[in-house]
């Protein structure tokens, strides 16, 4: 046993994250939200674990399994810079459960003004925790710089909402005034995350070669990843927020339906759960997590940090650099 187990690289993935089919299978293996329910000691003793594994201390009488579940939970639980135990609210794990609550409540209370107000808060509070949690951790954020972020989210939010309910209300059909949600959280989205992460666009985000040494600073790199996070988002929310309300448009014109008018607001949040089963994996799977940027684009588009660049590596340059992208 001790001689299989030491064949094992616990910071290697144990699938092909250069193709998106090895991506899909990680991202359903790590963000599996039953790991949400252990607690933080069990979390905690998977890293010791990890931890001790890394050092050649494991015990003799662990198994193969008992490995791969612990590397399962370190990796969905524990900031991949810093490792940190993440916010439960905030892990990639979480996404489903709580996405599906949230999301299902924008699709079925989206008739009156306040019910947008209410529900498009709660969806920015959530994307507020869940962006800082996933963020490059090597550009630190302050506190002021995080209020303004939800501020910012939470009014661009409210906006896109309430002035698309306003004006889809007044020119649009009843089917088009079902997708007010989808365009608030897609506007906010495009406000919240960059934000967020302001920092990492201001002052760049550490650059690694090929071996993962440090090797300068790119802000082009921090645009890039924050820009591919953006997208990921919005097509993880995209299938539920377009195809439910076709959906339940037809749903609500049948007259047995009618008659349990109770069960909307959870059919519609099971309908969302079963929808981001597939979607959270599938857009955390849409771009590599550790990107890659030509350092000749750096030269042309930020010198200054290109040239920082050559003097830290005494002029021996890599043709591209790598950097963690966030979720």
């Known amino acids: 046993m001790p001689q299989e187990l030491s064949l094992i690289d616990v910071d290697k993935p144990l699938f092909d994250l250069k193709t998106f089919t090895g991506r899909f299978q990680y991202y359903a293996w790590m963000t599996d939200p039953r790991t949400v329910l252990l607690s933080s000691d069990r979390l905690l003793q998977a890293k010791e674990m990890v931890d001790k594994y890394r050092k050649g201390e494991q015990s003799a009488d662990l198994k193969l399994e008992e490995v791969h579940y612990n ?72 506190v002021t710089q995080l209020g303004v972020s939800y501020v910012s989210a939470t009014t661009s939010a409210l906006i896109a909402a309430i002035g698309c309910k306003n004006y889809w209300s007044k020119k649009a059909s009843p089917i088009l005034q079902r997708y007010v949600p989808f365009a608030a959280v897609a506007a906010a989205n495009c406000v919240n ?11 760049g985000i550490e650059v690694k070669n090929a071996n993962g040494e440090v090797v300068g600073q790119s802000r082009l790199a921090a645009i890039k990843g924050i820009s591919e996070v953006v997208l990921s988002r919005i097509l993880m929310a995209a299938p539920g927020m377009l195809v439910l ?12 339906y009618k008659r349990i008018k109770w069960i909307n607001a959870p059919f519609q949040t099971l309908m969302v759960g079963c929808f981001l089963c597939f979607m959270v994996p599938t857009a955390c799977s849409i771009f590599p997590q550790q990107c890659g940027l030509d350092t000749s684009t750096m030269r042309t588009f930020e010198s200054e940090l290109y040239e920082d660049m050559v003097k830290r590596t005494g002029g021996a340059v890599p043709k591209r650099v790598y950097f963690n992208k966030g979720l």
């Not at 947008?116 to 869940?130: C, D, K």
């Not at 076709?246 to 014109?253: A, C």
Request: proline share 7%; aromatic share 10%.
């Open 71 to 142: 590397m399962k939970l370190y990796n969905s639980a524990f900031h991949p810079d810093t490792g940190e135990l993440q916010n439960f609210a905030g892990r990639m794990s979480f996404q489903v459960p709580g996405g599906m609550l949230i999301t299902g409540g924008m699709l079925a209370f989206y008739r009156t003004v306040p019910a947008v107000v209410l529900w498009q808060f709660l969806n920015q509070s959530f994307n507020a925790i869940v962006n800082y949690t996933n963020r490059n951790a090597n550009s630190p954020t302050s």
């Open 245 to 256: 309300p076709v959906i339940m448009n037809r749903l609500e014109k049948l007259p047995a």
């Open 193 to 203: 995350i960059p934000m967020m992460r302001q920092n990492e666009i201001i002052h």
